[in-house]
């Protein structure tokens, strides 16, 4: 044998034990994770008005939509069509003539106009419902429509949540009426991983006042929330866009420093000031019309992005009609749409939650510990606990045992996660009540440990694992291969010294 000539079963080892390593890395191009701790919401409301129900003689219906995920495989979408004041969802006759649906049990009038869906677990699934109409005449069509969808590993994945819903023309005679409005929300992760939520809510051709004081082509609302789990990656983007705006039958234009007079003037601050003018007139006339704060449309912390873009409000002083104006004493709000993202790279449980009005807020506590799931029989042979509540483990590979109760410890003697959470108790002493989201369809979890074995970001690797998460599962037994080939690098050239000395 010459000596430059390697065994082929010691070429295959060398090679081996170059490519271990590039076979490791290659799992950094997958698709990126979620991160650990989650909660994404969006909704948007073209209109509302609470005082809606005072007015005797109406027809308007209003889409609503809303969605929210999290990292336990949750979530939901919903869509509706109501009246103004969130009532009336049920519609009926020549409103919905032509009515088709999908998803539901049974398609027939009445009909109540809601569409949900939702997803729960780490499974694939696709949940689905929509219903649409041409109502009266062919002339006033509406739709409502949800979707969560998932093709697997739902965790690790966020789960896509969508709605959409519009609505036909429709009037509060002497207050408001709408040609059109519609609304969609939409929770995804881009290819960067991060999460984001968008919702946009529109109204087309809207009159104002019993003389058409204000009115407006089309007004859009947009807010898009997006990040990741790390600190101080969250941003997001707010705008209003209102188009063929008048007051009092002159143009005007919306900006971030307020609203100006849309032909201009001889210098831009007598255009603001002449929009001020109008709208001095217009609540002499008992309108009061309200513009947005643009800076307090994005709120930005380390773990979460709020952007909440509501666009105008109108409060009637004198009332158009029967109805006393001491009777409405709530704003109508045109054009509203709210994103949030609110992510953690770290062992939390984050929801985005409703207050009693409706408003998102962010509630962060410590997670409840997990119990690490069995891994597969072939792999795993774990061996009864040992004295002294440690539990260890047999033979290699084996997943290390779960951590003894009362201990906090693993079989290596690292520290386990932490089995006590932050979240409030409850009068009793118990654990603090499941808090729903106070809007229709969406979902909530609870802050209990009965939840914590669903997660699978609480379970960590186990160090015997890591060698085969990690494709090195080989390379121990190559280190030996190359080993005794360097060792039968040296031993050859002496043994044929000797011979040649000793023949």
């Known amino acids: 044998m010459k000596l430059g000539t390697l065994p082929r079963g010691l070429v295959v080892a060398a090679v081996a034990a170059v490519t271990v390593v590039p076979l490791a890395a290659s799992a950094a191009s997958a698709a ?6 989650y909660s994404v919401y969006s909704s948007a409301q073209p209109l509302v008005w609470a005082d809606s129900s005072s007015v005797p003689v109406g027809d308007v219906h209003v889409p609503a939509v809303v969605g929210k995920t999290n990292p336990l495989g949750v979530a939901s979408a919903y869509a509706a069509l109501g009246n103004p004041d969130g009532s009336g969802k049920t519609m009926s006759g020549q409103d919905i003539s032509g009515l088709q649906c999908a998803g539901y049990d049974a398609c027939k009038d009445p009909f109540l ?37 998932c093709p697997g ?12 819903a519009a609505g036909p023309a429709g009037a509060l005679p002497g207050y408001v009426s709408i040609g059109s409005s519609s609304a969609t929300q939409d929770l995804s ?48 983007r707010a705008d209003i866009r209102i188009d063929n705006f008048y007051i009092l039958d002159n143009p005007v234009e919306l900006t971030r420093a307020g609203l100006r007079l849309a032909n201009a003037g001889p210098s831009e601050q007598e255009a603001y000031d002449g929009a001020k003018v109008l709208l001095k007139k217009l609540k002499d006339r008992g309108i009061i019309l309200s513009l947005p704060n643009f800076d307090a449309q994005v709120v930005k912390t380390p773990d979460h992005v709020t952007v ?41 449980h984050i929801e985005v939650q409703q207050d009693s009005k409706g408003n998102p807020v962010v509630v962060t506590t410590t997670a409840p510990s997990a119990v690490p799931p069995a891994a597969p029989p072939v792999s795993v042979k774990p061996s009864a606990p040992a004295p002294g509540g440690r539990a260890t483990n047999t033979g290699r590979g084996g997943a290390p045992a779960p951590a003894a109760a009362g201990n906090g410890k693993g079989a290596a003697g690292t520290s386990g996660p932490d089995v006590s959470s932050t979240a409030p108790a409850g009068s009793n002493g118990g654990p603090a009540a499941t808090n729903p989201s106070a809007e229709p369809g969406s979902s909530s979890t609870t802050d209990g440990a009965g939840q914590a074995t669903m997660n699978p970001n609480n379970v960590a690797i186990g160090l015997p694992h890591l060698p085969d998460s990690l494709g090195l599962r080989g390379a121990h037994s190559v280190s030996r291969a190359f080993g005794a080939f360097i060792g039968l690098g040296l031993i050859l050239p002496l043994s044929r010294f000797l011979i040649r000395r000793l023949g």
């Open 189 to 236: 992760m881009d290819d960067k991983g991060r999460l984001v939520s968008t919702a946009t809510s529109e109204l087309d051709n809207v009159s104002i006042g019993p003389k058409n004081e204000v009115h407006f082509s089309r007004l859009v609302t947009t807010a898009q929330a997006l990040g990741a789990g790390a600190e101080n990656s969250k941003d997001g």
């Open 153 to 164: 590993a739902c965790a690790s994945q966020p789960v896509h949540s969508t709605g959409s």
């Open 308 to 348: 909440d873009v509501p666009a105008l409000s109108v409060i009637f002083e004198q009332s158009a009609g029967p109805v006393q104006a001491a009777a409405l004493s709530d704003p109508v709000q045109l054009g509203h749409s709210t994103a949030v993202v609110a992510a953690l790279d770290a062992n939390k």
């Open 113 to 149: 106009m809601i569409a949900r869906a939702a997803h729960e677990g780490d499974a694939a699934g696709h949940s689905e419902q929509s219903a649409s109409f041409t109502g009266r005449d062919g002339k006033f069509p509406g739709n409502i429509h949800a979707v969560t969808d």
């Open 32 to 37: 990126p994770a979620a991160p650990a701790a």
